[in-house]
């Protein structure tokens, strides 16, 4: 009955509730000519068996589904079902922001263990309650270490997801802050010798990403003893989160802001997602969002309350560490079902099965097109550089329920034809070997056509 509306008996005690007689009494104030007083133009109502009958109808038209080779940020990853069933329950799907701890236990501890995990996975001391998503996650970052340094100045690697640094272009619009942009080299990393002329004392922090936007893990260590020699600080983004199963945390790094999609959230169209900011305990009090801390009442029990909520709703708008943040409860829930679920142990092998998926796809694609950025470890995402038009082959590869990789002239035309390819647990053997093929047959063609007299290539024009 939850979503059925109210019987003719309850409507008639609401109406005396308020002193009418009818429904229409209660919009007499508005003049008659305004009022809709026909039946909407719409189909009839529709009873539920209907209704199922109808989706599946409508599902079957999408087929068996598509296997997908899209990441750049947002990562197919197999969700348990247990994840449903849990944020279903009403305790956490209609709870709203803990500030009365006597009646938020639950809610609160579940949180205090996503920090606690999220602060594991990333080597840091502390984590928030989660925010919006991974991009304005990184720009928080960028203004946190602004504020604690006092500077600024921000460099931000060009192998950074552009996306992210769109944002933060925003967000840097009307803060005086100048961003600088430092190129990739052929190995897909940050140009070191070119960073080192760029950081000065002015700067306030380095963002880097890694795994980085084509897959190639940086050298975080190297960049962070750069960063901190010139006094400033080291922001890491992490847009693959299962990443961490098996790539070394960045521990080196002052302030990390992630996006914890892949772990049990739903690709959803772009969002909700969940935005994570992870840092050393001793810059916590900068940290946008919400923290919620393990204390202990009169009687010694354990109990947890919010801790930190250093945003405009909560203090002096001054004072605030943001005005836009906010904590993604339920979607950071999934993320902490996931964890739970996997394990340390289970998140390892998930990322190995991903490398695994990865090498395989790299050694056959690199057998007929150019593999790009190989001269550094990647994770599940490489580059492939093709002679024809990789939204071309894509086109092809639908005809074949399969989502091509992406192609990368929108952010990089110098790279050409190059498009970046993700494998997860979820891309099959066969899969990969029939896109391969696709792209192979490609390059042949492409090639024997290359090869043809010129007076034919005119002629056929």
């Given at each position: 009955?939850?979503?059925?509306?109210?019987?003719?008996?309850?409507?008639?005690?609401?109406?005396?509730?308020?002193?009418?007689?009818?429904?229409?009494?209660?919009?007499?104030?508005?003049?008659?000519?305004?009022?809709?007083?026909?039946?909407?133009?719409?189909?009839?109502q529709?009873?539920?068996s209907?209704?199922?009958?109808?989706?599946?109808?409508?599902?079957?038209?999408?087929?068996?589904?598509?296997?997908?080779?899209?990441?750049?940020?947002?990562?197919?990853?197999?969700?348990?079902?247990?994840?449903?069933?849990?944020?279903?329950?009403?305790?956490?799907?209609?709870?709203?922001?803990?500030?009365?701890?006597?009646?938020?236990?639950?809610?609160l501890?579940?949180?205090?263990?996503?920090?606690?995990?999220?602060?594991?996975?990333?080597?840091?001391?502390?984590?928030?309650?989660?925010?919006?998503?991974?991009?304005?996650?990184?720009?928080?970052?960028?203004l946190?270490?602004?504020?604690?340094?006092?500077?600024?100045?921000?460099?931000?690697?060009?192998?950074t997801?552009?996306?992210?640094?769109?944002?933060?272009?925003t967000?840097?619009?009307?803060?005086?802050?100048?961003?600088?942009?430092?190129?990739?080299?052929?190995?897909?990393?940050?140009?070191?010798?070119?960073?080192?002329?760029?950081?000065?004392r002015?700067?306030?922090?380095?963002?880097?990403?890694?795994?980085n936007?084509?897959g190639?893990?940086?050298?975080?260590?190297?960049?962070?003893?750069?960063?901190?020699?010139?006094?400033?600080m080291?922001?890491?983004?992490?847009?693959?989160?299962?990443?961490?199963?098996?790539?070394?945390?960045?521990?080196?790094?002052?302030?990390?802001?992630?996006?914890?999609?892949?772990?049990?959230?739903?690709?959803?169209?772009?969002?909700?997602?969940?935005?994570?900011?992870?840092?050393?305990?001793?810059?916590?009090?900068?940290?946008?969002?919400?923290?919620?801390?393990?204390t202990?009442?009169?009687?010694?029990?354990?109990?947890?309350?919010?801790?930190?909520?250093?945003?405009?709703?909560?203090?002096?708008?001054?004072?605030?560490?943001?005005?836009?943040?906010?904590?993604?409860?339920?979607?950071?829930?999934?993320?902490?079902?996931?964890?739970?679920?996997?394990?340390?142990?289970?998140?390892?092998?998930?990322a190995?099965?991903?490398?695994?998926?990865s090498?395989?796809?790299?050694?056959?694609?690199?057998?007929h097109?150019?593999?790009?950025?190989?001269?550094?470890?990647?994770?599940?995402?490489?580059?492939?550089?093709?002679?024809?038009?990789?939204?071309?082959?894509?086109?092809?590869?639908?005809?074949h329920?399969?989502?091509?990789?992406?192609?990368?002239?929108?952010?990089?035309?110098?790279?050409?034809?190059?498009?970046?390819?993700?494998?997860?647990?979820?891309?099959?053997?066969?899969?990969?070997?029939?896109?391969?093929?696709?792209?192979?047959?490609?390059?042949?063609?492409?090639?024997?056509?290359?090869?043809?007299?010129?007076?034919?290539?005119?002629?056929?024009?």
């Amino acid at each position: 009955m939850r979503y059925l509306p109210k019987s003719p008996s309850d409507r008639k005690a609401m109406l005396q509730a308020v002193g009418v007689d009818s429904i229409d009494d209660l919009f007499r104030s508005i003049p008659s000519e305004y009022r809709l007083t026909r039946d909407l133009r719409v189909p009839r109502q529709m009873a539920e068996s209907e209704i199922v009958d109808w989706f599946r109808e409508r599902s079957r038209e999408n087929g068996d589904g598509r296997a997908s080779f899209l990441g750049a940020g947002a990562y197919s990853h197999y969700r348990p079902v247990i994840i449903d069933a849990l944020i279903s329950r009403g305790e956490f799907l209609t709870a709203y922001t803990p500030y009365q701890a006597e009646v938020s236990q639950g809610t609160l501890q579940s949180i205090f263990e996503f920090q606690t995990m999220i602060a594991e996975l990333t080597g840091m001391e502390v984590a928030n309650a989660s925010m919006y998503d991974g991009a304005t996650a990184t720009a928080e970052a960028v203004l946190m270490a602004v504020r604690l340094t006092g500077r600024r100045s921000v460099v931000a690697a060009e192998s950074t997801h552009p996306e992210y640094r769109e944002v933060l272009a925003t967000y840097a619009l009307h803060q005086a802050m100048p961003l600088s942009t430092i190129p990739f080299t052929d190995t897909g990393r940050i140009n070191v010798a070119a960073l080192e002329k760029a950081v000065t004392r002015e700067t306030a922090c380095v963002l880097l990403q890694s795994p980085n936007f084509f897959g190639t893990i940086e050298d975080v260590a190297t960049i962070a003893e750069l960063a901190h020699a010139q006094g400033a600080m080291l922001v890491v983004a992490v847009s693959e989160a299962v990443a961490l199963g098996i790539v070394e945390p960045p521990r080196s790094a002052d302030i990390v802001a992630m996006e914890a999609q892949s772990l049990g959230v739903p690709l959803g169209f772009g969002g909700p997602y969940c935005g994570v900011i992870a840092t050393r305990e001793q810059y916590v009090r900068q940290m946008p969002g919400r923290l919620v801390g393990e204390t202990r009442d009169r009687q010694g029990k354990r109990g947890f309350v919010l801790t930190l909520a250093t945003r405009e709703q909560h203090i002096r708008r001054e004072k605030a560490t943001s005005n836009i943040c906010t904590n993604q409860a339920l979607i950071a829930l999934m993320v902490n079902i996931f964890m739970a679920v996997y394990g340390k142990i289970g998140l390892k092998e998930l990322a190995r099965q991903n490398l695994a998926k990865s090498a395989y796809a790299v050694q056959q694609f690199s057998q007929h097109t150019k593999l790009l950025f190989s001269g550094a470890p990647r994770f599940n995402e490489f580059v492939i550089q093709t002679g024809e038009d990789p939204h071309a082959i894509n086109a092809r590869l639908l005809g074949h329920k399969i989502v091509g990789g992406f192609p990368l002239n929108k952010f990089y035309p110098q790279l050409g034809n190059a498009s970046l390819w993700c494998c997860t647990e979820l891309t099959s053997r066969t899969v990969i070997d029939t896109a391969v093929g696709h792209v192979a047959d490609s390059e042949r063609s492409l090639g024997s056509r290359e090869e043809m007299p010129q007076e034919v290539v005119r002629c056929d024009a």
